[in-house]
């Protein structure tokens, strides 16, 4: 009995162990990829970028850290205080909870959840709210438009993000993601759902709000948009949530399309870490190189193009499936 309960207290140990150094890594990561956007910007740009700060700039994070510190916390008095004050806080925990669901390695997971695919849409549904509640609670005419754009944005989105994944879950059998990942095992998934992947990226970029579409930040337009009236650390909980998201969507796409941590020669860990850089790479290439298109030219790719390859896909996957 007592040996049972040691085991068990061994167990829980070690998952708690797994969840703390994932967190830890993930918002370390996402800290870190204000930097290295930074970098890798001017190099396709053709310029500098910061490299004042450390060896070829490596301690920048560091200085931006110290800086942030050291501004004054400043709630406009104008402002709802209490929402000003909890948008942030919720961009910031609703972003790392579609963490706990993916599978970096067949050990290496916070929760084997059996519908993880159904809490992950869940989750970056909520993450609207906290945009919401930042444009309402600024009492900013910038900030409500961007915190609008915001919401029209990401339910023209979501609309077709679900429905890019259910080819896959079709195929699979399965809503787990780790079992999803174990089924591709000798063929990824991009392949016979190369449709699916397209439009699923552009549903993720769209809902990280990532260039171009940015529309509910853009400076040019909306001076910030909804996170005009922040500073401090409630500013760098919207920054640094802004990149979770993004390495959140660069991970599932990595889990639904391209094997998760299936590969030759490497380890696990480093096959997933190694396909989720090379994603993020892409996404920052993207800014560097695209426009940002008119508000209404995203809303017809969403509806008018991305909505009907995705139901195309779907229906092609359920005759394959029949058949």
Same mark, same amino acid.
């Given at each position: 009995?007592?040996?049972?309960?040691?085991?068990?207290?061994?167990?829980?140990?070690?998952?708690?162990?797994?969840?703390?150094?994932?967190?830890?890594? &993930?918002?370390?990561?996402?800290?870190? #990829?204000?930097?290295?956007?930074?970098?890798?910007?001017?190099?396709?740009?053709?310029?500098?970028?910061?490299?004042?700060?450390?060896?070829?700039?490596?301690?920048?994070?560091?200085?931006?850290?110290? @800086?942030?510190?050291? @501004?004054?916390?400043?709630?406009? /008095?104008?402002?709802?205080?209490?929402?000003?004050?909890?948008?942030?806080?919720?961009?910031?925990?609703?972003? %790392? #909870?579609?963490?706990?669901?993916?599978?970096? +390695?067949?050990?290496?997971?916070?929760?084997?959840?059996?519908?993880?695919?159904?809490?992950?849409?869940?989750? *970056?549904?909520?993450?609207?709210? *906290?945009?919401?509640?930042?444009?309402?609670?600024?009492?900013?005419?910038?900030? %409500?438009?961007?915190?609008?754009?915001?919401?029209?944005?990401?339910? *023209?989105?979501?609309?077709?993000?679900?429905?890019?994944?259910?080819?896959?879950?079709?195929?699979?059998?399965?809503?787990?993601?780790?079992?999803? &990942?174990?089924?591709?095992?000798?063929?990824?998934?991009?392949?016979?759902?190369?449709?699916?992947?397209? +439009?699923?990226?552009?549903? !993720?970029?769209?809902?990280?709000?990532?260039?171009?579409?940015?529309?509910?930040? *853009?400076?040019?337009?909306?001076?910030?948009?909804?996170?005009?009236?922040?500073?401090?650390?409630?500013?760098?909980?919207?920054?640094?949530?802004?990149?979770?998201? #993004?390495?959140?969507?660069?991970?599932?796409?990595? +889990?639904?399309?391209?094997? !998760?941590?299936? !590969?030759?020669?490497?380890?696990?860990?480093?096959?997933?870490?190694?396909?989720?850089?090379?994603?993020?790479?892409?996404?920052?290439?993207?800014?560097?190189?695209?426009?940002? /298109?008119?508000?209404?030219?995203?809303?017809?790719?969403?509806?008018?193009?991305?909505?009907? #390859?995705?139901?195309?896909?779907?229906?092609?996957?359920?005759?394959?499936?029949?058949?």
């Amino acid at each position: 009995m007592f040996g049972s309960s040691e085991i068990v207290t061994k167990h829980c140990v070690s998952e708690i162990f797994h969840a703390v150094i994932i967190l830890l890594v &993930v918002v370390a990561c996402g800290a870190y #990829m204000s930097f290295l956007e930074r970098r890798l910007l001017a190099l396709f740009q053709n310029r500098y970028g910061p490299n004042r700060v450390g060896w070829h700039g490596s301690l920048q994070l560091c200085a931006d850290l110290i @800086k942030v510190m050291f @501004k004054e916390d400043w709630i406009p /008095p104008f402002s709802d205080r209490i929402v000003f004050v909890l948008a942030p806080v919720i961009a910031f925990i609703s972003s %790392l #909870m579609s963490i706990l669901i993916i599978p970096f +390695t067949p050990t290496w997971i916070i929760w084997d959840c059996n519908i993880g695919i159904l809490f992950f849409l869940m989750m *970056s549904g909520l993450t609207v709210y *906290s945009v919401l509640l930042a444009g309402w609670a600024s009492n900013n005419k910038y900030a %409500l438009i961007g915190a609008v754009r915001a919401a029209a944005q990401t339910l *023209s989105y979501e609309v077709f993000l679900g429905l890019s994944i259910m080819g896959v879950v079709a195929k699979s059998g399965s809503f787990n993601l780790k079992i999803i &990942v174990e089924d591709q095992l000798y063929l990824w998934n991009v392949i016979p759902q190369f449709v699916g992947f397209i +439009t699923f990226f552009l549903a !993720g970029m769209a809902l990280c709000h990532r260039h171009p579409f940015d529309q509910p930040e *853009s400076e040019q337009e909306l001076a910030d948009g909804y996170h005009i009236e922040y500073s401090g650390i409630k500013f760098s909980l919207f920054f640094i949530s802004g990149y979770i998201n #993004m390495i959140v969507i660069a991970s599932f796409i990595v +889990t639904l399309f391209f094997g !998760g941590w299936q !590969g030759p020669w490497f380890p696990p860990m480093i096959l997933f870490i190694t396909k989720t850089f090379l994603l993020l790479i892409v996404f920052i290439l993207i800014r560097a190189a695209l426009p940002r /298109p008119r508000y209404d030219q995203v809303m017809l790719i969403g509806w008018k193009i991305c909505l009907p #390859m995705t139901l195309f896909n779907l229906l092609s996957t359920a005759v394959v499936i029949l058949l």
